[in-house]
């Protein structure tokens, strides 16, 4: 939280924006026997929050959050929830309280709820996302929607900064070794924008909207992210854009650089990005990234001792 503080203050202070920001959040919920509470990939579909309670004690008992929308997603077990945005940290204290209180009230129930990016496998294995939604804001004046691409140059220039950094930002986007499991359809893989493309890396919506409605989505998060240092790296990220008045590659460009495939080769990407090192602290970096060495030593011997065994790993590379 407090490096989350640190990057929204420098945007504001140093370039005079603010975000305005909301996450969405799909996450799976299963019974004592790791069975989800629904099957089928009947999307948006309200009759499946009917099957189970659980849907609608979440809407009434977590009450300290603005939820703005919960439907049925398209995984087993899946549901998403979307908050109404709100200005800086508050955006991701949204989704942190969130994320705490689904998890106890599902104990509470005998039930497990999960952020995991990829709980179960084969056909009903759909990714948990954690997308990120946020527009620019001056004061009270919009600063997103423009007229080339809907666009603000502003815009334009914050999208190429988070595009530049994509690589490093994936490290704090995609956490676990799991979430890389996640790529591929509705996930990125390369560092692209698009207007209304679920399969870039930035989804933008401002074409058609009126100023203050136009916003842009990130989509490289997965629910197990972090959502205070997502929000951070993208601030850093967008004021090195606007700082350097980075120029907005083509969308849906084919040779965008693509994003690291493992959680390895995400941490190296960030401690190679000196802004993003700079922007969210030398130390920081360095305690997040011995954390998560330390993590993937701890997976790699658990698969190890599966692999020896010749048990199921399912659970040496949850998150």
């Not at 945007?11 to 996450?27: N, V």
């Not at 004021?239 to 690291?260: M, S």
Request: contains cysteine; hydrophobic residues 45%.
């Amino acid at each position: 939280r407090f490096v989350c503080r640190g990057a929204l203050d420098a945007l504001r202070l140093d370039h005079g924006l603010e975000l305005l920001a909301a996450s969405e959040l799909e996450f799976v919920v299963a019974d004592a026997e790791r069975r989800p509470l629904f099957d089928g990939v009947d999307i948006f579909a309200t009759l499946q929050l009917a099957k189970t309670d659980f849907a609608y004690a979440v809407a009434e008992q977590i009450t300290t959050v603005d939820v703005r929308t919960m439907n049925c997603e398209y995984g087993a077990g899946q549901l998403e929830i979307t908050f109404k945005p709100k200005r800086g940290l508050a955006a991701a204290d949204c989704a942190h309280t969130f994320k705490t209180g689904v998890k106890e009230l599902a104990m509470r129930r005998g039930l497990a709820a999960t952020f995991a990016s990829k709980p179960f496998g084969g056909p009903r294995g759909v990714g948990n996302g954690g997308h990120l939604n946020v527009s620019l804001w001056r004061g009270e004046d919009p600063a997103t929607g423009g007229d080339e691409d809907g666009l603000s140059p502003t815009a334009r220039h914050f999208i190429a900064g988070v595009l530049a950094h994509a690589r490093g930002l994936e490290a704090l986007a995609a956490p676990t070794p799991g979430c890389y499991a996640r790529h591929g359809n509705w996930a990125p893989t390369r560092a692209d924008w698009g207007h209304e493309d679920r399969n870039v890396c930035i989804r933008v919506k401002s074409r058609d909207c009126a100023p203050g409605e136009a916003y842009v989505e990130y989509r490289a998060p997965s629910a197990s992210a972090n959502t205070y240092l997502v929000l951070a790296g993208l601030a850093a990220a967008g004021a090195d854009g606007v700082k350097r008045e980075l120029v907005l590659p083509p969308a849906r460009d084919d040779e965008a650089v693509l994003l690291p495939t493992s959680l390895p080769e995400a941490l190296s990407a960030l401690r190679a990005d000196e802004v993003l090192v700079d922007a969210l602290g030398k130390d920081f970096v360095e305690w997040y990234t011995l954390v998560k060495d330390a993590e993937l030593a701890d997976v790699a011997a658990s698969t190890a001792k599966f692999a020896a065994t010749g048990l199921d790993n399912d659970a040496a590379v949850q998150e």
